[in-house]
């Protein structure tokens, strides 16, 4: 739970450091950042925010009503980013090691990559690309394995795996290319194994 809490953080910063949004938005910008499989909930986004609001990471700001608005209707809250959650933001889009290109965090740190050194983004990019080729390559071996033991909807269902992952390297092969200005061989024929 820390570790998604980290995440959310992350995003967090990231977004309002583009500009100050309201928390409709915010949950609607970064259900689209996580993607389907981990949508966000109201009940997940506002203890997030409340933290890093005790944190002085983001400030609320109240907006005027709305004229003709009914006067029981509260004002609209806006979240900014402090100059404190700026520094955060930074300090954690610099940090390289394996939580920067594990799953989990790794979309949300790629979404906000212009943000960060080209040395950062080459060694996240490089970490991932490391820690998808041990996948591949384990995945690989218990397909070999396993083919003969089980049946063809689970052998699909692990070709299936193997060819995510190797599109995923092949992209991340081309992305590293791409931030060291190279032109090499295809990175589909890099990865290519059989």
Same mark, same amino acid.
């Given at each position: 739970?820390?570790?998604?809490?980290?995440?959310?953080?992350?995003?967090?910063?990231?977004?309002?450091?583009?500009?100050?949004?309201?928390?409709? *938005?915010?949950?609607?910008?970064?259900?689209?950042?996580?993607?389907?499989?981990?949508?966000?909930?109201?009940?997940?986004?506002?203890?997030?925010?409340?933290?890093?609001?005790?944190?002085?990471?983001?400030?609320?700001?109240?907006?005027?009503?709305?004229?003709?608005?009914?006067?029981?209707?509260?004002?609209?809250?806006?979240?900014?980013?402090?100059?404190?959650?700026?520094?955060?933001?930074?300090?954690?889009?610099?940090?390289? $090691?394996?939580?920067?290109?594990?799953?989990?965090?790794?979309?949300?740190? =790629?979404?906000? =990559?212009?943000?960060?050194?080209?040395?950062?983004?080459?060694?996240?990019?490089?970490?991932?690309?490391?820690?998808?080729? *041990?996948?591949?390559?384990?995945?690989?071996?218990?397909?070999?394995?396993?083919?003969? *033991?089980?049946?063809?909807?689970?052998? *699909?269902?692990?070709?299936? $795996?193997?060819?995510?992952?190797?599109?995923?390297?092949?992209?991340?092969?081309?992305?590293?290319?791409?931030?060291?200005?190279?032109? $090499?061989?295809?990175?589909?024929?890099?990865?290519?194994?059989?």
């Amino acid at each position: 739970m820390a570790r998604r809490g980290e995440t959310i953080e992350l995003a967090v910063l990231g977004l309002l450091h583009e500009g100050p949004m309201h928390g409709y *938005e915010l949950r609607k910008r970064l259900n689209l950042m996580l993607g389907w499989g981990r949508l966000l909930s109201y009940g997940s986004l506002y203890p997030a925010l409340k933290k890093m609001l005790r944190g002085n990471l983001i400030k609320e700001v109240t907006g005027p009503l709305t004229p003709g608005a009914p006067i029981s209707r509260r004002p609209r809250i806006t979240y900014e980013v402090t100059e404190k959650g700026t520094a955060e933001f930074h300090r954690l889009m610099s940090e390289v $090691g394996p939580a920067a290109w594990e799953d989990d965090n790794f979309d949300i740190r =790629f979404r906000f =990559f212009s943000s960060t050194d080209m040395e950062i983004r080459l060694r996240v990019l490089e970490g991932r690309r490391s820690r998808l080729q *041990e996948r591949l390559d384990r995945v690989q071996r218990e397909l070999a394995m396993t083919q003969k *033991e089980v049946d063809r909807y689970a052998t *699909e269902l692990q070709r299936h $795996g193997v060819e995510s992952v190797e599109r995923e390297v092949r992209w991340l092969s081309d992305l590293i290319n791409a931030e060291r200005g190279t032109v $090499g061989p295809p990175a589909a024929a890099a990865t290519d194994n059989e």
